[in-house]
Nanobody, 118 residues
């Protein structure tokens, strides 16, 4: 089993930055990919960014050039640096992990709220 704990959400104004953190624990040897999803009210959960254990990254078109996913290999913490935030980035952000690169995500965090509003 793998446990994921997110932190770093909050209320910010448009144009501001936030950094989300995801601290994993448990059987991490089985994990190949970690990522960030988000879900806005009334909308489906969508992939924001993901990173494989080899360092390959993938971003949703809506966040390319503004968000950066990276990992601290010393403690396996996953980060999502979010710059130039827009009101449409408002959502609950979830950290996720999976055992196979092409499979579905197996483990989810509890989510952290990000609100972008003036």
């Amino acid at each position: 089993q793998v446990q994921l704990v997110e932190s770093g959400g909050g209320l910010v104004q448009p144009g501001a930055s936030l950094r989300l953190s995801c601290a994993p624990s448990g059987s991490l040897f089985s994990i190949t990919t970690m990522g960030w999803y988000r879900q806005a009210p009334g909308q489906q959960r969508e992939l924001v960014a993901e990173m494989t254990s080899r360092g390959s990254t993938h971003y949703a078109d809506s966040v390319k050039g503004r968000f950066t996913i990276y990992r601290d290999s010393a403690n396996n913490t996953l980060y999502l640096q979010m710059n130039n935030l827009k009101p449409e980035d408002t959502a609950v952000y979830y950290c996720a992990a999976k055992r196979t690169v092409l499979g579905d995500y197996d483990y989810w965090g509890q989510g952290t709220q990000v609100t972008v509003s003036s």
